[in-house]
């Protein structure tokens, strides 16, 4: 069985200054590093080229988070236009993973407040904001089927960062009871057993005690039980993952 890793999570806001400090545990104890962002973003315009942007993380290691070209938000599924997961709109038409931050710790599941955000554009009012015009934050109705168009795998694969959705990682806040059929629906905790919501991309962390709650045995988590997805802040979350209506 894998160990249980905690990665540093990224926030792409331009600069990045990152302050490093002791965090809450996770379910196995191990302590969360966290990053804090630095002022204001820098605007992406129309029809920009994609670019790759290297960010060096306290522990030494270094993430490559892919900033998509700039299209359609129709396309790209992010309200600034460009995506930084799930990139190849061919293979993945109906999921992108998409920067964003916001002030404090929200439910993911927060209503849209029709102000579009992203790091090429500014701070979210709420994290679906940050989700295009006809997308949504993937698991907002509570449904895993938005999540099991991808494999454990490709979640994992998605990009750099992390980007999480909107639904807790398990069926019940007891034990690790999960849900595998068709049209399974979880809740979207806000803090405890479980609570944590599913994440893709390579700073997602490995996983929680409870590995299974979506993909079997590979459901990736920001680990930490004191922020759940009911209520987690910019910090925690990274980013967000968007699905086609």
């Not at 396309?75 to 293979?91: M, Y």
């Not at 803090?191 to 709650?213: H, I, K, L, Q």
């Amino acid at each position: 069985m894998r160990t249980n890793i905690v990665r540093s999570s990224v926030l792409l806001l331009v600069p990045l200054l990152f302050a490093v400090g002791c965090g809450p545990r996770n379910e196995a104890g191990t302590t969360l590093v966290t990053a804090t962002p630095g002022p204001g973003p820098t605007p992406v315009s129309a029809g920009a080229a994609e670019r790759v942007e290297n960010v060096a993380l306290p522990d030494g290691r270094t993430v490559s988070i892919r900033h998509g070209a700039a299209k359609d938000p129709a396309v790209a599924g992010c309200a600034d236009g460009t995506r930084e997961a799930f990139h190849d709109e061919t293979t993945f038409p109906r999921i992108a993973g998409c920067m964003a931050s916001w002030t404090g710790t929200h439910s993911l599941r927060a209503p849209r407040t029709g102000a579009a955000c992203g790091d090429a554009t500014g701070p979210c009012a709420a994290p679906t904001d940050a989700c295009a015009t006809g997308w949504h934050i993937c698991g907002v109705s509570g449904a895993l089927s938005d999540l099991r168009q991808v494999t454990g795998e490709q979640c994992e694969a998605a990009g750099g960062g992390r980007f999480s959705a909107a639904v807790s990682h398990c069926r019940t806040q007891s034990g690790c009871e999960f849900d595998m059929t068709p049209t399974a629906t979880y809740d979207c905790f806000d803090s405890g057993w479980c609570s944590e919501p599913v994440c893709c991309g390579s700073d997602c962390g490995d996983f929680g005690a409870c590995r299974g709650g979506v993909w079997t045995d590979r459901t990736p988590i920001p680990v930490g039980t004191d922020q759940g997805c009911g209520q987690t802040s910019a910090d925690r979350a990274g980013g967000i993952l968007c699905c086609k209506d």
